[in-house]
């Protein structure tokens, strides 16, 4: 792990959940661990079955899969109050899931009916629960991260400690949106952490051929942003990184830059639902030997905290939820005609 941090920006946050060496008792830690598991499988299961009906045809549009990278919705979420704020892209199944939406609001906006988190207008990109303080799902890549300065920004003006949690592709660091919000949050003191999703494809571009300086985290130090790159295949690495900079964002308005470095196991969308032929087999199979679900699996093998049959009891409930969301979209009516014009624009007179 490489570190960035400004001299002034040092301040730390104990360590949050380090297997079980960070104070909690041992019973709660292996709870915490189940629950992570838990998780990852349904977001996992979820969107195998998200590939397996849009190729029936029952999904349309752009399909992104987040499929080798929810330790870091896991984990992420799990660090996070519920007044807390997310902002998103469009590889955003996993990480509404893990935030707590429904898997049935989520496949049926997916399936493009009614009962969808967004009344079925919005589908794969667009999810979104105010509920839940979790603001989209945007499709463009990048045009999202100064939406969360100005959540940060709010947030400051109102004086509250609440984070805005952001989340984008590392393509996005190489577009002028990105930089000018993390200037504007670095200076203004915004509550802000930013994630990069570091998965090295842009599309089927590996990040070599798009970036001239690879190590992300330095666009983070022309800002004196405190950056640091993380092993996101491991859940609780994720989770410490997250925890020192909540820290900074709520103690001092600090905003962060992390680097979560992951790698998907699929395609960028459906229309690559495989390999491509940017990436050779072996480079896939290779990486998948770090599942972030295998990972926290032999952990906790090892710790004698998954009894036979324990892991294919979580498996198979992963897999009824995911079914169960099937069924609900299935069932769930279109949006009728009449709500064609609805949602478009925001009235802003009543």
Known sequence: ???????????????????????????????????????????????????????????????????????????????????????????????????????????????????????????????????????GGHGIVGGHVPLAAGVGWAIKYRGGDQVCVCFFGEAAVNIGAFHEALNMASLWKLPCVFIIENNRYGMGTEISRATANEDVTARGAAYRMPGESVDAQDVFAVRDAVGRALHLARTQRQPTLLEMRTYRFMGHSMSDAASGTYRTKEELEENMKRDPILVLREKMHAGGELPDGELKKMDDEAKAIAQDAWDFADKSPEPPLSELWEDVLVDTTS
């Open 1 to 135: 792990m490489t570190t960035q941090v400004p001299p002034d920006t040092q301040t730390q946050a104990p360590s949050t959940a380090s297997a079980g060496n960070n104070g909690q008792p041992a019973d709660d830690q292996a709870s915490l661990r189940k629950d992570l598991l838990r998780s990852m499988l349904i977001q996992r299961r979820f969107e195998e079955r998200c590939a397996e009906a849009y190729a029936l045809g029952k999904i349309g549009g752009f399909c992104h899969l987040y499929i080798g990278q929810e330790a870091i919705s896991a984990g992420t979420m799990s660090m996070l109050r519920p007044d807390d704020y997310v902002v998103t892209s469009y590889r955003d199944h996993g990480q509404a899931i893990a935030r707590g939406m429904s898997p049935r609001s989520v496949m049926a906006e997916l399936f493009g009916r009614q009962d969808g988190c967004s009344g079925g207008k919005g589908g794969s990109m667009h999810l979104f629960d105010k509920s839940l303080n979790f603001l």
